[in-house]
Nanobody
Framework: QVQLVESGGGLVQAGGSLRLSCAAS????????MGWFRQAPGKEREFVAA????????YYADSVKGRFTISRDNAKNTVYLQMNSLKPEDTAVYYC?????????????????WGQGTQVTVSS
């Protein structure tokens, strides 16, 4: 069982930056693939970024590529999402997710564990 707690969301102006953190419980965090998803009001949850258990492989949605960076610190049981050059269309609730699957996992149904989400609001 893995419990995930996101933090770091908030209100930022367009062009600004935020770093989201997702702290995981459990001794086997280092064996879990991790991902970030987001859901804007009235829209489906969408994939943002994913990272393999080792951190050696990452993948990004086209909409955030070059602006967002996913990373992890297995010693701290934490995964991060550094978000730069934020745009109003990045406004959403951001969720982290975990699964014991291999590699980078790109779809929400592949993940077994989810955090409660953290709100990111980007003003124009």
């Amino acid at each position: 069982q893995v419990q995930l707690v996101e933090s770091g969301g908030g209100l930022v102006q367009a062009g600004g930056s935020l770093r989201l953190s997702c702290a995981a419980s459990g001794r086997t965090f280092s064996s879990y693939a991790m991902g970030w998803f987001r859901q804007a009001p009235g829209k489906e949850r969408e994939f943002v970024a994913a990272i393999s258990w080792s951190g050696g492989s990452t993948y990004y949605a086209d909409s955030v590529k070059g602006r967002f960076t996913i990373s992890r610190d297995n010693a701290k049981n934490t995964v991060y999402l550094q978000m730069n050059s934020l745009k109003p269309e990045d406004t959403a609730v951001y969720y982290c997710a975990a699964d014991s699957g291999f590699g980078v996992l790109l779809t929400s149904y592949e993940y077994d564990y989810w955090g409660q989400g953290t709100q990111v609001t980007v003003s124009s």
